[in-house]
Structure formats: C-alpha cells, structure tokens
C-alpha cells in the first residue's frame, strides 16, 4: 500500500455520462532508483514553464525552467519534475436525436480530461497544456508530476 500511495494519484476523470469523479490513478515509476514520487499540482495558466524532452529517457517531457514569478512556480512545481498526466479540452458537437432526425448539426461542447503524456511527442503534450484555455469553466490546469526525493 506505501508503494501504491508513493506512484499514485487522485484525478478528475471523466466519466462516460459526462460527469467527472475523483479517482486514484496508478504511474509506474519511470526514474529509476525508487527515490521519486508522485505530485499533483493544480495551476492557472500561464504556467509559466520551459518543458523539454528528457535525453536520458525518449518520449519523457521534463520541466526544464520554471519562472521564478510564474503560476506554476508558487503552485510548487520544480525544474527537474518529470511530467505524467495533464488535463487537456477537447471540443466535439453534440447533436441531441431529436435535432439528428430534424436535420440539426448540433452544438459544440467541449470536455476537459486527463491526458497521459507518457511518450507523447513535446508538441503533442503542448498542445495539450494549451488546451485548457477552452475550459468554459476556466479551472486549472492539473499536472501529474514524478519528482525526485
């Protein structure tokens, strides 16, 4: 269970009736040694940070440069972080059957989710980070990070 705890998290997921839960979500290690574990960090954007693909492990975004004055910095984020998960929107139309046999094309509506970016290209996990900015809600952005004791 101490193990469990140390490479999890809780999460909003969402759920297929559109509602988001609260779940506990495992992440194997990917640094090695066992001296890492999970984070989670919520921010507004912008972050504020500089992510690059770690060298030693391909398809790893790490957190290069974190802005002294940034949101992410006073939400604790750290250069050196490995990044795991993040919420991400996507918009998508919705077209209730009644509006599919009229003809209707139906109305935008968009979700946010986590997203893993375990071997996500840079541009890819990006975009994703950028994404929440369609939040209608305007929440904040959720980062899973592995970090180094």
């Known amino acids: 269970d101490q193990q469990r705890l140390r490479y999890s998290a809780e999460v909003p997921i969402l759920k297929d009736m559109g509602d988001e839960v609260m779940e506990r979500v495992?992440?194997?290690p990917r640094l090695k040694g066992g001296k890492s574990r999970i984070v989670t960090i919520q921010a507004p954007l912008p972050l504020g940070l500089v992510l690059?693909?770690?060298e030693s492990i391909p398809g790893?975004?790490?957190v290069d440069e974190v802005a002294a004055e940034g949101n992410g910095a006073a939400a604790g984020v750290k250069q050196g972080d490995i990044v795991r998960a993040i919420t991400?929107?996507?918009t998508t139309m919705e077209t209730p059957t009644w509006q599919l046999l009229a003809g209707g094309i139906g109305q935008p509506?968009?979700?946010r989710f986590m997203y893993s970016v375990d071997g996500r290209p840079l541009e890819e996990v990006?975009?994703?980070i950028g994404s929440n900015r369609m939040d209608v809600q305007g929440r904040d952005v959720?980062?899973?990070l592995?970090?180094?004791d």
Do not use: H, N
């Open 60 to 62: 790893m975004t790490s």
């Open 109 to 111: 509506k968009t979700k």
């Open 26 to 28: 495992d992440f194997p």
């Open 146 to 148: 592995e970090r180094m």
């Open 142 to 144: 959720w980062l899973v």
């Open 126 to 128: 990006l975009d994703a």
């Open 88 to 90: 991400a929107c996507q």
């Open 52 to 54: 690059g693909e770690d």
